[in-house]
């Protein structure tokens, strides 16, 4: 079992960034495919960015391709999604998530996911 922990949300304006880190607690980290997630009111969860156990293969939400980047460094037991160009529609609950696959493998869709984190809250004023 594997807890995570979300920081690095807050308030920033438009065109500003953010970088996210989710910390994971536990001796496997090597072993999990993280996934960031967000939920903004009213609206579904929505899947923002993935990649896989050993970090080789990262997928993004269309939404932000080309302005987010995440990053897995398991020495640390840290996944990290950088935001820049950021848009008032991204305010949202950033969470991220974690599943033990194999190596390579990216989920994308929160349904495949075992392990949540709280979230921190992202809000992007215009």
């Known amino acids: 079992q594997v807890q995570l922990v979300e920081s690095g949300g807050g308030l920033v304006q438009a065109g500003g960034s953010l970088r996210l880190s989710c910390a994971a607690s536990?001796?496997?980290?090597?072993?999990?495919?993280m996934g960031w997630f967000r939920q903004a009111p009213g609206k579904e969860r929505e899947f923002v960015a993935a990649?896989?156990?050993?970090?080789?293969?990262?997928d993004y939400a269309d939404s932000v391709k080309g302005r987010f980047t995440i990053s897995k460094d398991n020495a640390k037991n840290t996944v990290l999604l950088q935001m820049n160009s950021l848009k008032p529609e991204d305010t949202a609950v950033y969470c991220c998530?974690?599943?033990?696959?194999?190596?390579?493998?990216?989920?994308?869709?929160?349904?495949?996911?075992?392990?949540w984190g709280q979230g921190t809250q992202v809000t992007v004023s215009s």
């Open positions: 998530a974690a599943r033990v696959v194999n190596l390579s493998v990216v989920l994308s869709t929160y349904r495949e996911y075992d392990y």
């Open positions: 536990g001796r496997t980290f090597s072993r999990y495919a």
């Open positions: 990649i896989s156990a050993n970090g080789g293969s990262t």
